[in-house]
């Protein structure tokens, strides 16, 4: 969601705080700012809107200091507006918040009962005055802070600076991730390594209820109990290079390239190419004994996990429920003694999917989790961890985290068909073939990418877009859909194809281009009855499949995309490619902003 720094050093940070935001802006960029101490003065300078708008305002107006704090925020309380931008202040304190305070509203009607005045909507201006009042009242820094935590329910990390402390931040999560970063004579916090990468590799991850008192010599951290502990320091390998485009125009087309490059990195973590075998991390459980498999995920996770149920219970023959993680908890699902629950997250803090996680550890299910950054907080909570090895993804709109997660979970589908007795070695053998096949079908895929360009300014006039598919290709074109809507603001929906006849055939007409999802095999046929029921009302067809598909039911529409002949095991990665490709051109054409959408924020730690 939001993202934060905050720099204590012997020389000047402002620069360094913009420098940090940039590598953040992904995950919020509805406005942004900074706040340093300079001569016993809050220096603080906000601006709506994207952080260009805050390096303008500040060539005017500069905030020098030694000490500082900043932040680019996705709105949820209050409007994106400079008033409502962080950081927020006192005469005596600053601070900025990733998260939600969830009983900000009688905390609020306490401060305005006490006379003090709030100037913003934000649930996160509370927190400022909380700890300025008990400092007003005689508290210091550390004092105040252990005293308004408790207080707070909600998920945060917070960022604190202290005017008459100009050598001290204090930084608490919960719930929302923070990391500390040492660096020589100067300090750091971080929503995560990669807004760190630039200034330091050396690390600590901040633990669920920890606070920290970072000055330029050090940090104390602190447990939720106040008990003064060590975290672990480790090196963060971030790098900085990760968030530069390269010669791409966007973060988005740079990661739909990189996607044959960062699958084989992942498949090569799960297969042993001496013997052609899926090869998992060590576990402390007997996979053979899983009854039940429940998967959790949100938004582009949850259409992978969806792809896997066809997986799981096509190979392993166990059973499978999927959920999407803002409905799971609310609904009070039975969970089988000796279940599998499997969590898939590109960020591993999405807030509805961790809450979920923690739901079903205290309910003693066997947690294993897909993450694409591993010393995230469901990473660290998890019984079998599962990284996928996408690298860092800048793009809101997400593409190589989902098909690394599809190449995870193909192997996790095939390890678990051979520990429960389904998969003899020579099957797995052949299933590991067609994997090691999917790189290069990425490659050949991408080969398209100007023929789909081409395409288009055909899908882009269009208000509404229909995308289908039959089996594995089904959730292929929710997941169409979505992409589709994320970036070009077109309203698009996906649907297994045999359902056009039960209700959205009614939305057929010349006008609605249809995407059909149709590599040849044996659902082809069907779904070949399926278009012609969309050609007999004048639907506008696009048809993605292999040559021998287009062959046979490609005259007639109104563009064709062919895509290299594959296993059905993995043309679920290969068909994310010209859909990815369609949604990223058509919003080129249509001019909107691919990498930064309106309204979303790629890491979405509030629930």
Request: aromatic share 6%; hydrophobic share 45%; net charge negative.
């Amino acid at each position: 969601m939001c993202g934060i720094i905050g720099i204590v050093s012997g020389q000047s940070v402002s620069d360094r705080l913009v420098d940090g935001l940039r590598r953040m802006e992904y995950r919020g960029y509805d406005s942004a700012g900074v706040c340093t101490i300079n001569d016993g003065t809050l220096v603080r300078r906000r601006a709506q809107g994207k952080l260009n708008n805050l390096v303008a305002e500040l060539a005017e107006h500069p905030a020098p200091g030694t000490i500082g704090i900043a932040h680019t925020r996705w709105a949820t309380h209050g409007a994106p507006t400079t008033h409502n931008a962080h950081p927020h202040a006192t005469p005596l304190v600053a601070l900025v918040h990733n998260g939600i305070i969830e009983n900000f509203r009688p905390l609020r009607d306490e401060l305005l009962e006490a006379g003090r005045t709030l100037e913003s909507e934000t649930d996160s201006e509370v927190v400022a005055h909380l700890v300025s009042a008990e400092i007003e009242a005689g508290a210091a820094p550390e004092e105040a802070v252990r005293t308004v935590l408790p207080r707070l329910r909600g998920a945060f990390a917070l960022a604190i600076t202290f005017r008459d402390y100009p050598d001290m931040l204090i930084g608490a999560r919960r719930g929302s991730p923070l990391v500390v970063g040492y660096g020589e004579g100067e300090m750091f916090l971080g929503s995560d390594a990669l807004a760190l990468a630039s200034l330091t590799q050396k690390i600590a991850y901040l633990e669920e209820g920890d606070w920290v008192v970072i000055t330029r010599e050090g940090a104390r951290v602190y447990d939720d109990e106040n008990t003064l502990v060590q975290r672990e320091i480790t090196t963060s390998g971030a790098s900085a290079a990760a968030v530069e485009k390269g010669n791409y125009r966007h973060f988005m087309q740079k990661e739909i390239f990189e996607q044959p490059t960062v699958v084989a990195q992942t498949l090569k973590s799960y297969i042993r190419q001496s013997d052609n075998t899926v090869a998992l991390p060590q576990m402390d459980f007997d996979l053979s004994a899983i009854k039940r498999v429940t998967i959790v995920a949100c938004g582009t996770s949850y259409y992978a996990g969806m792809v896997a149920k066809y997986w799981f219970e096509h190979f392993a023959r166990v059973p499978v429920d999927i959920d999407v993680a803002s409905e799971f908890r609310y609904r009070d699902p039975v969970l089988e003694e000796g279940g599998l629950s499997l969590f898939i997250s590109q960020s591993g803090e999405t807030a509805d999917t961790l809450a979920a996680l923690r739901h079903c550890k205290a309910a003693g299910q066997t947690i294993a989790v897909v993450v694409n950054v591993p010393t995230s907080s469901m990473a660290r909570e998890a019984d079998l961890l599962l990284p996928t090895h996408a690298g860092p993804e800048i793009g809101v709109a997400s593409t190589k985290a989902f098909t690394c997660q599809l190449a995870v979970l193909a192997a996790l589908a095939a390890h678990l068909a051979v520990k429960k007795g389904r998969m003899d070695r020579t099957e797995e053998q052949e299933v590991v073939r067609h994997l090691l096949e999917a790189p290069a079908a990425l490659n050949a895929a991408l080969d398209h990418d100007d023929d789909i360009a081409a395409m288009a300014p055909l899908i882009a006039p269009a208000r509404d877009v229909l995308y289908l598919g039959r089996g594995p290709d089904y959730p292929l074109a929710l997941e169409g859909a979505l992409k589709l809507k994320e970036i070009s603001y077109i309203h698009a929906e996906g649907y297994a194809s045999g359902e056009m006849k039960h209700g959205p055939i009614a939305l057929i007409d010349e006008a609605v281009p249809v995407i059909v999802l149709a590599p040849s095999g044996p659902l082809f046929e069907k779904t070949v009855s399926n278009m012609e029921e969309v050609r007999a009302r004048g639907g506008q067809i696009v048809l993605i499949s292999d040559r021998e598909g287009l062959a046979e039911a490609g005259d007639g529409c109104i563009a064709t995309i062919e895509m290299p002949r594959v296993h059905p095991l993995i043309a679920p990665l290969v068909y994310a490619v010209p859909v990815q490709l369609l949604a990223y051109h058509t919003a080129c054409v249509k001019g909107t902003d691919v990498d930064q959408p309106r309204n979303l924020a790629k890491s979405v730690t509030v629930e």
